[in-house]
T-cell receptor, first 114, second 111 residues
């Protein structure tokens, strides 16, 4: 049973380009969470999704960031027109249910904006 | 979103010593509590859940104090491999909030 799979592991983008980060949850998990970790900082919640629904996006910046979790395929975190401040590690976690659960994390995608 | 506060450290502790961390949370409605461990540039991994009655797993003991809204982690007979960042994690329940992470406490075990 594969764990949470994130790809790419490392992503380099020039300022103004788009970044697409993918997350395939563990088999049987229908809840996905995205977190961002800036250098020397803690993890910050971004968005919580279930299949085809955004449940809580209170941690998402209002502009340039979007997330989806389609019926088929991985969850996608999309960052348009990236800026240097977007450079961070982006972690995805999945769980079988919401509420009281233990989240399992992917290895993260390290985004570097040059 | 509600806050979870931790002392960032670093805690420099000699091998074999006992070390304890505390974490406070602001949302009194929080229902689930966890300690995660994160090694440098790696993903967080669940260390242990924290139950109301407290729980122990080998050298690790976790306690919950709901009245004072804090969680503790005690590590006995510390090993060099315990060096990591320890994240206090709270889930407010209801399914909508997900997990709220503290910024972590950095532990360095010295030989």
């Amino acid at each position: 049973n594969a764990g949470v799979m994130q790809n790419p592991r490392h992503l380099v983008r020039r300022r103004g380009q788009e970044a697409r980060l993918r997350c395939s949850p563990m088999k049987g998990h229908s809840h996905v969470y995205w977190y961002r970790q800036l250098p020397e900082e803690g993890l910050k919640f971004m968005v919580y999704l279930q299949k085809e629904n955004i449940i809580d996006e209170s941690g998402m910046p209002k502009e340039r960031f979007s997330a989806e979790f389609p019926k088929e395929g991985p969850s996608i975190l999309r960052i348009q027109q990236v800026v240097r401040g977007d450079s961070a590690a982006y972690f995805c976690a999945s769980s079988p249910t919401g509420g009281d659960f233990q989240a399992f994390f992917g290895q993260g995608t390290r985004l570097t904006v040059v | 979103r509600k806050e979870v506060e931790q002392d960032p450290g670093p805690f420099n502790v000699p091998e074999g010593a006992t070390v304890a961390f505390n974490c406070t949370y602001s949302n009194s409605a929080s229902q689930s509590f966890f300690w995660y461990r994160q090694d440098c540039r790696k993903e967080p991994k669940l260390l242990m859940s924290v139950y109301s009655s407290g729980n122990e797993d080998g050298r690790f003991t976790a306690q919950l104090n709901r009245a004072s809204q804090y969680i503790s982690l005690l590590i006995r007979d510390s090993k060099l491999s315990d060096s990591a960042t320890y994240l206090c994690v709270v889930n407010a329940g209801g399914g909508a909030d997900g997990l709220t992470f503290g910024k972590g406490t950095h532990l360095i075990i010295q030989p």
